[in-house]
């Protein structure tokens, strides 16, 4: 079976098992039992899901931002910023 390239079957920081919850608009919502509920722009899924280098960066804020308490939407913008 191919790949949809509008979503993630696991995740880019942990390699759990992702579960796809709610389409809000062109996002989507993820739940991964290590970094619980992230949201992803469909531009950013099609990126991560067509280059190792943004399945990187990705992962890197998955890891960074997993303690903040409000559930967070990445976009192409955040694939694109420098990590801090
Ligand atoms: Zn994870």
Redesign the pocket.
């Known amino acids: 079976m191919q790949e949809n390239n509008q979503t993630l079957s696991h995740?880019?920081?942990?390699?759990?098992n992702?579960e796809a919850q709610l389409i809000h608009g062109d996002s989507r919502i993820f739940v991964?039992?290590?970094?619980r509920r992230f949201g992803l722009s469909g531009t950013a899924i099609a990126m991560i899901n067509g280059n190792d280098h943004y399945r990187e960066i990705i992962?890197r804020r998955?890891d960074r931002d997993?303690n903040i308490e409000q559930e967070r939407v990445y976009t192409s913008d955040d694939l694109n910023a420098p990590i801090s």
């Open positions: 995740c880019p920081a942990c390699g759990e992702l991964c039992p290590t970094h992962g998955l997993r």
